[in-house]
């Protein structure tokens, strides 16, 4: 390469001097690409929530185990302490009958509350239970048998183990799907955003034939042709990245401002833009640049047939 | 330029086995009847086209083996100049001849010297900021000439350089060519101008049908229109 300082200046200023003497075209392709990188910036979005939503549910899994009526101190003990120590557990939280009553009163609320009248230490029908949360919430099924798994034929102190069979399978085979859905759909609109932008390029390049044949005419090598097109495709693909990145921020804080109160009376909590804006950023412009040297690249490369 | 003796054939047969020996610092017109083979003639000079058998040697450089990646190199020693100007259309008349210096990544202030220099020596220093389509015909070629001398290469290829121009502006062009071979640079250059050809009383070069016809030190441009 040894190209002069001077020289990339030069390339630089002839790039952004293009942009504006082409001035349809830069349009042109600067829409094409802030339209595809709109729509993969809202379907990232998407992507975020419902990965940020299949892990809120996720995260509220949890194994109930439950302990016969009469289990001495000691067994609790070591029934936490060899829970709590398998690998796939995070963490284990002793319920004592009468915190598991506490919790009962509470849950059923005022009316149902004198259901449970007449109900103290002495007579508490409840056992002691755990409640036990896993690392991995897919692997709750694996993790419950291996409690279940602790009981001896001549030692029963735990009577039963429960996690919401069936439920929880389900919902784990729905959130995967949304989520690989989702990333299929990314991947298409992020191909379809680059064959646009590399067709705009090859269309740029074309309607500029002459004036590249002038230029190989007076001694300009290709890389000396190429890199004010390379320079151009960055650029447009910066600012249409930048563009997007800002439409689709500005609208998303709006959205979350707006539905704010009636989703949170549904338990649903959107990604703030704070959380979203680093990687959103970060994510348009880096493919949105790509995408324009990348389209560029491969068109020059085509007709320079470097 | 030194010693290039070519022959050629292409597809067509545009040219037929031609030898020729141009020197430094001559001025040669290259005539003959269209499609006899005179661009071919020039294009193989500055390596548009390479021969399919014989040797050209140009400046010391054997056109014919030249790796892809030095062609440039070599046409910046060549100057080529066409009847249709060949400007960028959307560079000023002064952009347009800074450009082959740019890429020969000369130094922006030299660039900027010899660049007014040249459009001095071609007269059009108040049009310098002029855009091609809005100077005349005779003006763009005289943008187009200056942008061809602007790195003094050893070679200038005119194919019929007045060929859209009347005749005041063409004699203009021949003035100005011949004070550039004057200043030490080999001109060949194709036309079909009778006048020119007669009054100058160059060395004239005939092609036809692909073949030398003639060749003649102070020669007459010989054919009828």
Known sequence: MGMKFSTMLRHLREGMKSLLRNGWMTFASLSSIVISLFILGVFLLLALNVNNLTEQIESQVQIRVFLQLNTEQDKIDELNRTIGNMPEVSSVVFVSKMEGLELLRNSLGEDGRELLDGYDETNNPLPDSFTVEVVNPQEIGFAAKKIQAINTENDTAISSVKYGQGTVETLFKVTTAVRNIGLVIVAGLALTAMFLISNMIKMTILSRSREIKIMKLVGATNSFISWPFFIEGALIGLFGSIITSTIVLVGYSQLVSFSQFELGLMMIKLVTVQESALLVCALLIGIGTLIGVWGSTISVRKYLKV | ?225
């Open chain 2, 1 to 225: 330029m030194q010693d290039i003796w070519k022959t050629y054939a292409n597809g067509s047969h545009a040219l037929r086995g031609v030898s020729v020996l141009i020197d430094r610092n001559e001025f040669v017109y290259l005539v003959g009847p269209s499609g006899a083979g005179k661009s071919t003639f020039m294009k193989l000079i500055y390596r548009e086209e390479i021969p399919t058998k014989g040797q050209i040697s140009v400046n010391g450089f054997n056109i014919g083996k030249l790796k892809p990646r030095k062609i440039p190199y070599v046409r910046r020693n060549i100057g080529v100049i066409f009847q249709d100007y060949r400007l960028l259309p959307k560079l000023s008349a002064y952009e347009n001849i800074a450009f082959a210096m740019e890429v020969i990544e000369a130094p922006r202030r030299l660039i900027r010297k010899r660049t007014m220099e040249v459009l001095e020596l071609v007269g059009l220093r108040d049009k310098h900021a002029s855009l091609p389509a809005q100077l005349s015909g005779g003006e763009q070629q005289r943008v187009a000439i200056a942008r061809a001398i602007v790195n003094n290469p050893a070679v200038i290829v005119a194919d019929e350089p007045t060929g859209n121009l009347d005749p005041d502006t063409s004699w203009g062009i021949m003035h100005l060519l011949e004070e550039i071979n004057f200043r030490g640079t080999t001109i060949v250059m194709a036309t079909h101008n009778r006048e020119i050809v007669n009054r100058q009383r160059k060395r004239v070069i005939a092609i036809e049908d692909g073949l030398i016809a003639r060749d003649e030190a102070r020669g007459e441009y010989g054919y009828e229109i």
